[in-house]
């Protein structure tokens, strides 16, 4: 099911390419390629799908991304790849204006386990959260978030990042 370390290493690098000089690409000529790599992996593959909804997502069009990241999701794309699939579709649902599934998404995802994307999942929580008017919150979890990244004063934030929510 997973792509050949070939194929990985061609779209690694096409990536790198594009976000080394996003604005040097032509948009069409960027998700062609991709699509061209999805293309190899068959019309039902997950990974596919999630490489063409990343394509669209990173030339600007949300709208067009969130069916191939829903698509990608139900068809058992795993791993990173799915975790990175639950985020990029809710960020992209809130830029399209629906940030109430959103939060829903990003909220059940930080409930699933732990890994080196948890930062990237309370960020995106966190503008989801203030795109349905749940500022303090959304300022409790960034703050809690960067916390555990300060050289000092990591327990003090934490704290104050958890009586932005509590009851007084």
């Not at 990985?8 to 790599?37: H, I, T, Y």
Request: a negative charge; one cysteine or more; hydrophobic letters at 40%.
């Amino acid at each position: 099911m997973n792509p050949s370390p070939d194929w990985e290493q061609r779209s690694a690098e096409l990536w790198a390419s594009f976000n080394a000089a996003p604005d040097d690409w032509d948009e069409e000529e960027f998700r062609g390629r991709v699509g061209a790599l999805a293309d190899e992996l068959g019309p039902d593959h997950p990974v596919a799908a999630f490489e063409r909804a990343c394509a669209w997502d990173s030339t600007g069009h949300s709208d067009k991304a969130v069916p191939l990241y829903r698509a990608a999701l139900e068809r058992g794309i795993d791993g990173i790849r799915r975790r990175r699939s639950v985020i990029q579709l809710a960020s992209s649902l809130r830029n399209i204006g629906q940030a109430a599934e959103s939060v829903r998404l990003l909220t059940e995802e930080r409930e699933r386990g732990s890994d080196e994307l948890d930062d990237a999942v309370s960020a995106a929580l966190a503008l989801a959260l203030t795109s349905v008017g749940r500022e303090r919150e959304a300022v409790s979890i960034a703050v809690g978030a960067l916390a555990r990244h300060l050289p000092r004063y990591q327990r003090s934030m934490a704290n104050y990042a958890r009586l932005l929510v509590e009851p007084a």
